[in-house]
């Protein structure tokens, strides 16, 4: 069974540093690329981030290029998230979700999501 | 970037109803769009991808439609469990963009 269990969300103030991990099961991880996507409060979906299998492309939304960090590491299953310089607009709850494809393409979608973690930015 | 505009925005339906959602793209995307269905506190669930074909284990009362730039998502018989926020979602180019969601909700 595929699984995606986030971790990492909490309170944190503008301006600071928060890295969240998704770890993957059930399946082969490299295979797959992976995105982030989040939600902030009372608003839809808006894609974040994604990674290709290998790790070896990224790409990102412009809102959080240049502070948002998306990585992976295909031994341990995980994916990570480092953000940095957050704004109070980074505020949601943030998903991780597999691709079918394993790189970046046309086709790509996402079929499997994890619960979500919360970010929450406020002083 | 391709901006993808749903309508409407929210419904009101009973259990039985035919539903339509429907997703415009603002330019040709070909078929590269896909339908997820949203709860509160849930993991979205991938119902619908390349604008027609069923995510496994989706039941066959959900079906899209459309390419270029404008796209449906039909519920054929509208059961309790579907009641939800659905979104599109296009594949088409960089940044991935979705719409702004369609809450269906009991009549």
């Known amino acids: 069974e595929v699984q995606l269990l986030e971790s990492g969300g909490g309170l944190i103030q503008p301006g600071g540093s928060l890295r969240l991990s998704c770890v993957a099961s059930?399946?082969?991880?490299?295979?797959?690329?992976m995105s982030w996507v989040r939600q902030a409060p009372g608003k839809g979906l808006e894609w974040v981030s994604a990674i290709s299998g290998s790790g070896d492309s990224t790409y990102y939304a412009d809102s959080v290029k240049g502070r948002f960090t998306i990585s992976r590491d295909n031994s341990k299953n995980t994916l990570f998230l480092q953000m940095d310089s957050l704004r109070a607009e980074d505020t949601a709850v943030y998903y991780c979700a597999r691709d079918m494809v394993a790189a970046r393409s046309r086709a790509s979608n996402f079929d499997y999501w994890g619960q979500g973690t919360l970010v929450t930015v406020s002083s | 970037d391709i901006q993808m505009t749903q309508s409407p925005s929210s419904l009101s339906a009973s259990v039985g109803d035919r539903v339509t959602i429907t997703c415009r793209a603002s330019?040709?995307?070909?078929?590269?769009l896909n339908w997820y269905q949203h709860k509160p506190g849930k993991a979205p669930k991938p119902l619908i991808y390349g604008a027609s074909s069923l995510q496994s284990g989706v039941p066959s009362r959900f079906s899209g439609s459309g390419s270029g730039t404008d796209f449906t998502l039909t519920i054929s018989s509208l059961q309790p469990e579907d009641f939800a926020t659905y979104y599109c979602q296009q594949s088409y180019s960089l940044p991935l963009t979705f719409g702004g969601g369609t809450k269906v909700e009991i009549k």
């Open positions: 330019q040709s995307i070909s078929n590269y």
């Open positions: 059930g399946f082969t991880f490299s295979n797959h690329a």
